[in-house]
């Protein structure tokens, strides 16, 4: 219980972080970010290393499951740290963003929490612990809670162009449109 309840504290700093964004401009306060992700990867893996309860899955199919959760996770950090211009997402702490609306940003507004619900249904499913899958539920909530604030209030206040985008790029789950637009940019 105390690794979710570290995981759920990630999200304060992920607040932090957003509130630097449209308050107080401080980049050393950026690093709050860094810190979110670091309780969340330490409270990941504290779950995947942990004697939990849980079920045993066959090898094949448990390297299949770890795979697909690397995957995934590989998928939600580019999501993050690479389909976005680092420096200006993570680094300065200024308002006067653009908007990115293609690649990955073309898929849906907030692409990382799809690649989050599914890195943690991988994870649970490969380690068969079922306090991964309480994690993963919990944190996934407070995700969704955490980019509805970011798209109703925060981004439209520090990214130009962000209340077109809402109209033409839907907000988590993709459609056949996002999905042919998300393909087409990346070719």
């Known amino acids: 219980m105390i690794f979710i309840l570290t995981g759920c504290l990630a999200f304060i700093f992920f607040y932090i972080f957003d509130l630097n964004q449209i308050k107080i401009f401080n980049k050393a306060v950026n690093l709050s970010f860094a810190a979110g992700i670091a309780l969340l990867a330490v409270s990941t893996f504290g779950i995947m290393l942990g004697n939990y309860d849980g079920f045993v899955i066959a090898g094949p199919l448990k390297l299949l499951l770890g795979a697909l959760a690397i995957g995934t996770m590989v998928m939600m950090l580019y999501s993050l740290f690479a389909a976005l211009p680092f420096s200006k997402t993570y680094v300065e702490a200024a308002k006067g963003k653009n908007v990115v609306d293609t690649g990955m940003y073309a898929l849906c ?3 990382g929490v799809l690649w989050f619900i599914f890195l943690y249904i991988f994870l649970w499913l490969a380690t068969g612990k079922m306090m ?5 539920i919990v944190w996934t909530v407070m995700d969704i809670i ?24 839907p907000f988590l789950l993709p459609s056949r449109a996002s999905i042919i637009n998300c393909l087409s940019s990346l070719r």
């Not at 991964?132 to 993963?136: D, N, Q, S, T, V």
């Not at 955490?146 to 790029?169: A, C, S």
């Open 146 to 169: 955490h980019v509805y604030i970011q798209d109703r209030w925060l981004f439209p206040r520090t990214l130009n162009g962000y209340r077109q985008y809402k109209k033409k790029v």
């Open 132 to 136: 991964m899958l309480w994690a993963g």
């Open 109 to 111: 507004r907030h692409p």
